[in-house]
Antibody, heavy 121, light 110 residues
Framework: QVQLQESGPGLVKPSQTLSLTCTVS??????????CNWIRQPAGMGLEWIGRFYGGGSTNYNPSLKSRVTISADMSKNQFSLKLYSVTAADTALYYC?????????????WGQGTMVTVSS | QSALTQPASVSGSPGQSITISCTGTSSDVGSYSLVSWYQHHPGKAPKLMIY???KRPSGASNRFSGSKSGNTASLTISGLQPEDESDYYCCSYAGVTTFVFGTGTKVTVL
């Protein structure tokens, strides 16, 4: 079955760049109509959509994060990545990658387990 | 944009039905039939329960149903079971290719 797995450093220093990777197994992100999303959840708070990569090169970002975010994909590795620049303590959160497809329009049907990232010196 | 508003908690006894509301604005819930609901057990991956307001993906129990009226969407769980105890989040497309989640609701089975 399709599985998503996040990976990356669990600790990032303030002002530095948070970098995470989502590895997809059981499906191909280059198969077309595949939306690669990043979503986060600060401790004790709700979910926040960060952005998505799709169509081989298109991206959409949450307006509140747009100036600090880049989402990209490596089709050869079946992975997509998140970079969040100039992080602060407010970026400490559980980060999820999630799939979107046309079969579930406007939704995220498969999620990774999440990876915790703490921003601290 | 602001998070969609959900009640912090809802509870019910086994076998009962409960409804969770999700209130947005005319810019998100009120404008698009792209509301989805997620069940989230802490420490686990969120699970899609409803999409496009009232559609169930394969694997989601038919005890879960969704609806929408104006700027408010709702998730109803019928025949409440102990395993339904979890956090639930709504999500809506908010235009300009962005999405907004709800504040989350903790469901307790008494």
């Amino acid at each position: 079955q399709v599985q998503l797995q996040e990976s990356g450093p669990g600790l990032v220093k303030p002002s530095q760049t948070l970098s995470l990777t989502c590895t997809v197994s059981g499906d191909s992100i280059s198969s077309g109509n595949y939306y690669c999303n990043w979503i986060r959840q600060p401790a004790g708070m709700g979910l926040e959509w960060i952005g998505r990569f799709y169509g081989g090169g298109s991206t959409n970002y949450n307006p509140s994060l747009k100036s600090r975010v880049t989402i990209s994909a490596d089709m050869s590795k079946n992975q997509f990545s998140l970079k969040l620049y100039s992080v602060t303590a407010a970026d400490t959160a559980l980060y999820y990658c999630a799939r979107g497809t046309p079969s579930v329009t406007g939704a995220f049907d498969i999620w990774g387990q999440g990876t915790m990232v703490t921003v601290s010196s | 944009q602001s998070a969609l508003t959900q009640p912090a908690s809802v509870s019910g006894s086994p076998g009962q039905s409960i409804t969770i509301s999700c209130t947005g604005t005319s810019s998100d819930v009120g404008s698009y039939s792209l509301v989805s609901w997620y069940q989230h057990h802490p420490g686990k991956a969120p699970k899609l329960m409803i999409y496009e307001v009232n559609k169930r993906p394969s694997g989601a129990s038919n005890r879960f149903s969704g609806s929408k009226s104006g700027n408010t969407a709702s998730l109803t769980i019928s025949g409440l079971q102990p395993e339904d105890e979890s956090d639930y989040y709504c999500c809506s497309y908010a235009g300009v290719t962005t999405f907004v989640f709800g504040t989350g609701t903790k469901v307790t089975v008494l």
